[in-house]
């Protein structure tokens, strides 16, 4: 009651200050907007790539007795660079889930207790949504907003994404390990058999696209795990904070104890109270996030769905859809216990 009233305050408000409105929709709209230069950024820095790598890497060095090979080397090239933008504009165009009108009044008492309130969508949030800023609406188990895909990361185009992830580090190290085998057999010949136009620009392309790999790989490799631990980038973000609110008292916490040792004070013991007390509450928050975590085949399913070939094409069938429906998740039951009797002492 005292959020709706809090809405309706926010509302009056919002009509006592139009121009303040008219700002914000404003910059939203321009947040929106920079994101197609950010698309094509990426669109250009591919079709220069693809450009670079076909006429001044792979086909200086065709030849009678390559033949074959080059047109192998190529032809994979293209498969793997198709998969990639396919899952790229995915991603894009696919809408990561948004609360369905009305859900939050459907709901029984024990979970409306749960539930949050979105004063700026005016809708009960789920467990795991949350209100996106650029995209101006409420995400189904949001993971972040991404500026490259110029689209919000949720619950219904989480396996798309990480799929262009997985076909854009595929394509690196193939670009990668190509590239340095021509690199390497050019320079193992004489200095006038070199047939790179210029082996300065293929060197240095080379060294930044290697560097890029490895940041992709690092990025890939965090989105794996918070698949296969039912995590997303907004929760570990989440926990990374708490567990520095959660070491810092404590810290507190042992000063405290140190100076009741010399002095039996009912504030300090009060105080100490408070703290343990934060914690508590900080322990319970970490454990509402955890208990979502399930067996790893489980949690890669709720992205993947339950159709292994459907893990490797970007389309939307029934077979390869998520594992649920982003509002109601399955619990598990001993971490559930534990937040209980946590509550409990409260």
Not at 264 to 269: F, G, P, S, T, V
Not at 322 to 330: A, E, K, R, V, Y
Request: with cysteine; charged share 25%; net charge neutral.
């Amino acid at each position: 009651m005292e959020e709706l009233n809090n809405q309706s305050n926010n509302n009056m408000l919002n009509n006592e200050n139009p121009q303040e409105n008219e700002i914000e929709k404003t910059r939203k709209k321009s947040k929106r907007y920079h994101g197609r230069y950010f698309i094509a950024m990426v669109l250009s820095l591919v079709i220069i790539e693809y450009y670079f790598y076909i006429f001044q890497i792979i086909l200086p060095n065709l030849n009678e007795t390559n033949l074959i090979n080059i047109l192998i080397i190529i032809f994979f090239f293209n498969v793997i660079i198709i998969m990639m933008l396919w899952a790229y504009f995915i991603t894009m165009n696919t809408h990561p889930g948004q609360i369905p009108l009305y859900w939050g009044f459907y709901i029984n008492d024990d979970q409306y207790k749960r539930k949050r309130y979105c004063l700026i969508c005016n809708a009960f949030k789920p467990e795991r949504s949350h209100h996106c800023s650029i995209c101006n609406v409420c995400i189904l188990n949001m993971d972040h907003h991404c500026p490259w895909v110029h689209n919000c990361i949720g619950f219904y185009n989480r396996k798309y994404f990480m799929q262009l992830l997985f076909y854009l580090f595929i394509l690196l190290i193939y670009f990668d390990s190509t590239s340095l085998y021509f690199i390497v057999e050019n320079f193992s010949n004489k200095k006038e058999n070199i047939k790179f136009k210029s082996s300065v620009l293929v060197i240095s392309n080379f060294v930044l696209i290697f560097g890029f790999t490895i940041i992709i790989f690092l990025f890939f490799k965090n989105h794996v795990n918070f698949v296969l631990n039912n995590s997303t980038t907004i929760e570990s973000l989440e926990t990374e904070t708490n567990e520095k609110l959660i070491k810092e008292y404590n810290e507190k916490i042992n000063e405290l104890n140190k100076d009741l040792n010399f002095n039996e004070d009912d504030n300090i013991k009060k105080i100490l109270e408070e703290y343990k007390s934060k914690i508590n509450r900080l322990e319970i928050e970490e454990l509402e996030k955890a208990k979502f975590k399930l067996k790893k085949k489980n949690n890669w399913e709720q992205v993947f769905g339950k159709s292994i070939f459907y893990w490797f094409i970007p389309i939307f069938t029934e077979e390869g859809k998520p594992d649920g429906d982003g509002l109601i998740w399955t619990i598990n039951e001993s971490i559930q216990n534990l937040i209980d009797q946590k509550n409990q002492k409260i």
